[in-house]
């Protein structure tokens, strides 16, 4: 891959780059029905294709916020056709790198000395290259290093860039304005938080230390001596990404271990710690063939409300859906049910959601689940994939939905999509008071 010898970082350069995008997607459509008037069996997949290539170009040359978006958009499934999601996915893992002159420049700037001044042994060209930063290797005292350094300019246009990305938005995801405005409005938050390597810093020593005592879980060490704003230092930890891993034809018993570790690495940040890794895409975990997971990068972490907490999970506890007046309030109180909403409006969405509860809480209800069973990630997919068609939702004014399950249900679809490509059987440990009664029923 080419390296990048400067990023657009004036609002006018990085402006004009997404106007470009917009006038591409436009065109596409054009073309597309254009054609159709000759060919009335022409699909929009290839209008898909066409317009997640275009799109990924400019987002990819941008880097910071535009890149991530589209990495986060490759996660929520439900939000883009599958062309768009297998494009943006390789955003997780790779974009054009910084060239050596930048990253040098970078080092100069916070240290006051380029890399090779503080380090025995620092390769210029990246090892890794995604949204927010880019990863190198280094050696200090016999001690292998990855190095992320952050792109010039990206923490200074996050605000413009997704006021500027909103149009595209518009045109690609099945939201209303309402809840495009709340989706870029925790986006905007998160990237702010994950754009400071100080705050990153912080909270990976606060996690990996509070999480290791979980088995066959390992973290890299972190070094503040070597880090700063915009550029942050770690142990390098081997292991291989879930592809790789999965192409080795790992045995399930191995699959199963990675995967009990992975959900109990997620059961114990929103149980006890109330703070999470909210960015579970497959660029952030390594696994081994001994059965061990690796877990890397805690720049986006979300801290859950108390109050939120509280009532998201009770949800999830499969006897809150015996007690209507409970699961009422709780939906009043979640947002999922709102103000101006007729009584017949009322009937509509409390059935859709008690639906998308009992999807994505089913493997609450068991003591073990199989999460690579036929159908049950695709059983997800379809349902958002319907739900991001209704003219119920498109048509509404109101942003559906507490801000806060953005992230949280991302995780737990990060997770479970993870887990089914694992295809891991899994203990789904949880909370006494998530249990529901005929499970503790099992137990006694």
């Given at each position: 891959?080419?390296?990048?010898?400067?990023?657009?970082?004036?609002?006018?350069?990085?402006?004009?780059?997404?106007?470009?995008?917009?006038?591409?997607?436009?065109?596409?459509?054009?073309?597309?029905?254009?054609?159709?008037?000759?060919?009335?069996?022409?699909?929009?997949?290839?209008?898909?294709?066409?317009?997640?290539?275009?799109?990924?170009?400019?987002?990819?040359?941008?880097?910071?916020?535009?890149?991530?978006?589209?990495?986060?958009?490759?996660?929520?499934?439900?939000?883009?056709?599958?062309?768009?999601?297998?494009?943006?996915?390789?955003?997780?893992?790779?974009?054009?790198?910084?060239?050596?002159?930048?990253?040098?420049?970078?080092?100069?700037?916070?240290?006051?000395?380029?890399?090779?001044?503080?380090?025995?042994?620092?390769?210029?060209?990246?090892?890794?290259?995604?949204?927010?930063?880019?990863?190198?290797?280094?050696e200090k005292n016999g001690k292998k290093l990855a190095v992320k350094i952050q792109y010039p300019g990206i923490a200074d246009s996050i605000s413009s860039d997704l006021k500027m990305a909103r149009p595209l938005a518009v045109?690609?995801?099945?939201?209303?304005?309402?809840?495009?405005?709340?989706?870029?409005?925790?986006?905007?938050?998160?990237?702010?938080?994950?754009?400071?390597?100080?705050?990153?810093?912080?909270?990976?020593?606060?996690?990996?230390?509070?999480?290791?005592?979980?088995?066959?879980?390992?973290?890299?060490?972190?070094?503040?001596?070597?880090?700063?704003?915009?550029?942050?230092?770690?142990?390098?930890?081997?292991?291989?990404?879930?592809?790789?891993?999965?192409?080795?034809?790992?045995?399930?018993?191995?699959?199963?271990?990675?995967?009990?570790?992975?959900?109990?690495?997620?059961?114990?940040?929103?149980?006890?710690?109330?703070?999470?890794?909210?960015?579970?895409?497959?660029?952030?975990?390594?696994m081994t063939q001994d059965g061990r997971l690796g877990v890397i990068d805690f720049g986006c972490v979300k801290?859950?409300?108390?109050?939120?907490?509280?009532?998201?999970?009770?949800?999830?506890?499969?006897?809150?859906?015996?007690?209507?007046?409970?699961?009422?309030?709780?939906?009043?109180?979640?947002?999922?049910?709102?103000?101006?909403?007729?009584?017949?409006?009322?009937?509509?969405?409390?059935?859709?959601?008690?639906?998308?509860?009992?999807?994505?809480?089913?493997?609450?209800?068991?003591?073990?689940?199989?999460?690579?069973?036929?159908?049950?990630?695709?059983?997800?997919?379809?349902?958002?994939?319907?739900?991001?068609?209704?003219?119920?939702?498109?048509?509404?004014?109101?942003?559906?939905?507490?801000?806060?399950?953005?992230?949280?249900?991302?995780?737990?679809?990060?997770?479970?999509?993870?887990?089914?490509?694992?295809?891991?059987?899994?203990?789904?440990?949880?909370?006494?008071?998530?249990?529901?009664?005929?499970?503790?029923?099992?137990?006694?």
């Amino acid at each position: 891959m080419n390296s990048q010898e400067s990023i657009p970082t004036s609002k006018v350069a990085r402006a004009t780059q997404f106007a470009k995008a917009g006038v591409k997607v436009g065109g596409n459509y054009i073309k597309h029905y254009s054609k159709k008037i000759f060919d009335s069996s022409l699909t929009k997949e290839q209008l898909h294709q066409d317009n997640a290539a275009d799109v990924y170009d400019t987002l990819s040359n941008l880097k910071g916020s535009a890149l991530k978006v589209a990495q986060m958009m490759s996660m929520d499934k439900n939000l883009l056709p599958r062309a768009y999601t297998d494009k943006f996915a390789m955003s997780q893992y790779s974009a054009p790198p910084l060239s050596a002159p930048l990253v040098i420049k970078t080092f100069k700037k916070y240290f006051d000395k380029s890399p090779s001044d503080m380090f025995d042994k620092f390769d210029l060209k990246a090892e890794n290259a995604a949204s927010i930063g880019q990863v190198h290797k280094a050696e200090k005292n016999g001690k292998k290093l990855a190095v992320k350094i952050q792109y010039p300019g990206i923490a200074d246009s996050i605000s413009s860039d997704l006021k500027m990305a909103r149009p595209l938005a518009v045109q690609l995801l099945n939201l209303n304005d309402a809840e495009i405005d709340r989706y870029f409005k925790e986006v905007e938050e998160k990237l702010l938080e994950e754009s400071n390597y100080d705050l990153e810093l912080q909270r990976s020593v606060e996690i990996t230390n509070a999480c290791s005592h979980i088995p066959d879980l390992f973290f890299p060490k972190y070094y503040p001596e070597f880090s700063s704003k915009r550029i942050l230092t770690m142990d390098w930890i081997e292991g291989q990404h879930l592809k790789e891993f999965l192409d080795t034809n790992p045995s399930q018993e191995v699959r199963n271990r990675i995967g009990q570790a992975m959900w109990d690495f997620y059961d114990f940040q929103m149980h006890t710690l109330r703070q999470v890794h909210a960015d579970p895409h497959p660029g952030n975990f390594l696994m081994t063939q001994d059965g061990r997971l690796g877990v890397i990068d805690f720049g986006c972490v979300k801290v859950i409300p108390e109050d939120y907490y509280d009532n998201y999970f009770a949800l999830i506890n499969p006897d809150t859906l015996q007690d209507e007046a409970e699961i009422q309030r709780i939906f009043w109180t979640l947002e999922f049910i709102v103000e101006e909403d007729s009584p017949q409006k009322r009937v509509f969405f409390s059935d859709l959601f008690k639906k998308m509860i009992e999807l994505l809480g089913r493997p609450f209800n068991a003591n073990t689940f199989d999460f690579g069973q036929s159908g049950y990630v695709d059983e997800i997919y379809n349902f958002f994939e319907y739900v991001a068609k209704l003219p119920e939702l498109k048509d509404s004014k109101a942003a559906r939905g507490s801000q806060h399950g953005l992230y949280v249900n991302r995780t737990y679809f990060g997770l479970y999509t993870i887990l089914n490509d694992l295809k891991a059987e899994i203990k789904t440990t949880k909370p006494d008071w998530l249990t529901p009664r005929h499970l503790k029923a099992e137990l006694v």
